[in-house]
Structure formats: structure tokens, C-alpha cells
Nanobody, 119 residues
Framework: QVQLVESGGGLVQAGGSLRLSCAAS????????MAWFRQAPGKQRDLVAL???????GYADSVKGRFTISRDSAKNTVYLQMDRLTPEDTAVYYC?????????????WGQGTQVTVSS
């Protein structure tokens, strides 16, 4: 019903920047929020940043001030600008979308994009 395609991951040196993109398609009229999560090997998947339909944003403390989530509604795309990257940011980054068509909640995930930060 909803497809999420991530792009923009790669290898970057500490202190560098990357911008991730997530393009959404399908039945997204009931989209409530989109978010970025990340998961390092052997670790749980943690929330990085979130943006709601109304444009409200939130960030994990570990990335606040360094990462910025934004959207382009015309392109149905959400972005994650990542600045001043550190090796601790190395993880697979997943795009997440939450839909609320009525009173139920439906969650979709992208395939993930690898971000590796070298020291």
C-alpha cells in the first residue's frame, strides 16, 4: 500500500555531512508522520528524528543540533540532513511512515541505507 525508498547513504569521514532521502508512494493520504530510525549491528533500532503531517519535528538527544529532518510535500519526500558526523553515527538508517486511515495505525519501513563514518 505504501512504499518507501531510501537513498543517500555512504561512507564519510568524521566531521563530514550526508543527506538521506526517503521517497514515499502509494496510498499516503492518511500519512500522519514520517521518521528516521537507525540500527547498528547488535543494537536495537532507535528513533533519530520525526516529522508530523503538521510539520512538527523531534530529535533524539544524540543528534539534536547536528541532524535536521525536513520534507518536500510536492515530491512526497522526507530528508535527513546529517552534519558533523561521528563514528557513533554509523548504522543502517531506516525510513519510517505511520498512517492513521481511521482509528487504526499502520507502520511501513524502507529497506534501509548504510551510513558509515570513519575516524
Amino acid at each position: 500500500q505504501v512504499q518507501l525508498v531510501e537513498s543517500g547513504g555512504g561512507l564519510v569521514q568524521a566531521g563530514g555531512s550526508l543527506r538521506l532521502s526517503c521517497a514515499a508512494s502509494g496510498s499516503i493520504s492518511s500519512l500522519n508522520s514520517m521518521a528516521w530510525f537507525r540500527q547498528a549491528p547488535g543494537k536495537q533500532r532507535d528513533l533519530v528524528a520525526l516529522i508530523t503531517r503538521g510539520g512538527y519535528t523531534g530529535y533524539a538527544d544524540s543528534v539534536k543540533g547536528r541532524f535536521t529532518i525536513s520534507r518536500d510535500s510536492a515530491k512526497n519526500t522526507v530528508y535527513l540532513q546529517m552534519d558533523r558526523l561521528t563514528p557513533e553515527d554509523t548504522a543502517v538508517y531506516y525510513c519510517n511512515a505511520v498512517l492513521m486511515p481511521t482509528t487504526r495505525t499502520i507502520t511501513y519501513w524502507g529497506q534501509g541505507t548504510q551510513v558509515t563514518v570513519s575516524s
